[in-house]
């Protein structure tokens, strides 16, 4: 396909597929769709948590899991940045430390996908604000 | 930090943080021959004389969770380390510019590294600010508004990660036109 020039090419390719309607069907369930936030304050910026959140982003709505990235302030875990925090419909946040793009392949496929808790779990006795 | 990009994007972050509705980001490498300059402004909630002294500390933060804030730190020191300039001015109530500027050909700048994909994930997450981007170099000059591209598109929201990809790609190539320093 042709790559994206012009705002009118922009536009051309929006109209196949649907923006802004899709997101506000989302947040009036969000409790059933997986809810990531990858924490993106200096620290995770600067450990790489930009990366991990357009792979994230990107990985999910290839493979067909229907999902919603957010970005979120330091959640306090400086030395295991990037930080990303899952949330599973009807299950507790699990907050996931030293996220580079393979280990969020992992986190896509063997958590998220089949809910088999992986390495790399921070504070068991966190609470999401 | 890696990337100039990123040092934007952080800064850019505080803004959104400050209640901003506006944000423009303006990189030229035009009205100075040989520096990079970079102009965040925005129209958050400000900072007082006491706190804009102290921002660029780095045992200050307004953050809870750490002692410390590097974010701006971090900035001022990069651009220094090049020989540039750093320069912070700030109101309480009508928001904060930022200017800092790097040397290109200095041994010690980073590179500008992925300002497209910095942009398209600023411009499509942050819902309710408007980011005004710019880019301007010798060989001319690029501008986009999200307010623009959502008219465009007849929409209200473009937190959408396709739109984010096609957006990414926009920029890329407008950018790339301009030759700029990478």
């Not at chain 2, 590179?111 to 910095?118: E, F, I, T």
Request: glycine letters at 8%; one cysteine or more; proline letters at 4%.
């Amino acid at each position: 396909m042709e790559k994206i020039k012009t705002l009118d090419d922009l536009k051309k390719i929006s109209k196949n597929f649907k923006t802004g309607i899709k997101l506000r069907e989302k947040s009036e369930h969000p409790e059933d769709l997986v809810r990531i936030k990858v924490a993106m304050a200096t620290c995770g910026i600067a450990s790489g948590a930009r990366e991990v959140m357009e792979y994230l982003d990107s990985e999910l709505e290839k493979r067909g899991i229907e999902a919603v990235v957010t970005q979120t302030g330091c959640m306090g875990y400086c030395y295991a940045e990037p930080t990303v925090e899952v949330s599973l419909p009807g299950k507790e946040p699990v907050v996931y430390g030293d996220v580079t793009t393979s280990r969020a392949d992992e986190i896509i496929e063997k958590y998220i996908k089949n809910g088999e808790l992986v390495d790399g779990i921070i504070p068991q006795n966190y609470e999401t604000i | 930090m890696k990337e100039i990009a990123l040092n934007i994007m952080d800064i850019c972050i505080n803004s959104l943080k400050a209640g901003a509705t506006e944000i423009s980001i303006c990189i030229d490498e035009k009205s100075f021959p040989g520096e990079i300059s970079i102009n965040i402004d925005d129209n958050g909630r400000g900072m007082d004389r006491e706190m804009l002294e102290m921002s660029a500390d780095p045992f200050f933060t307004t953050g809870t969770k750490k002692k410390v804030g590097l974010g701006l730190p971090l900035l001022k020191q990069q651009a220094l380390l090049t020989g540039g300039r750093f320069d912070i001015v700030s109101e309480p109530g009508t928001g904060t510019k930022i200017m800092a500027s790097f040397i290109s050909n200095s041994i010690d700048r980073q590179p500008v590294g992925d300002l497209p994909g910095v942009i398209s994930l600023l411009a499509t997450s942050a819902e309710g600010t408007d980011i005004k981007f710019k880019y301007i170099t010798a060989s001319g000059s690029w501008t986009m508004y999200t307010t623009e591209i959502k008219k465009e598109l007849e929409t209200d929201s473009l937190d959408n990660s396709t739109l984010r990809k096609y957006i990414k790609e926009l920029i890329d190539y407008n950018i790339g036109i301009l030759d700029p320093v990478r």
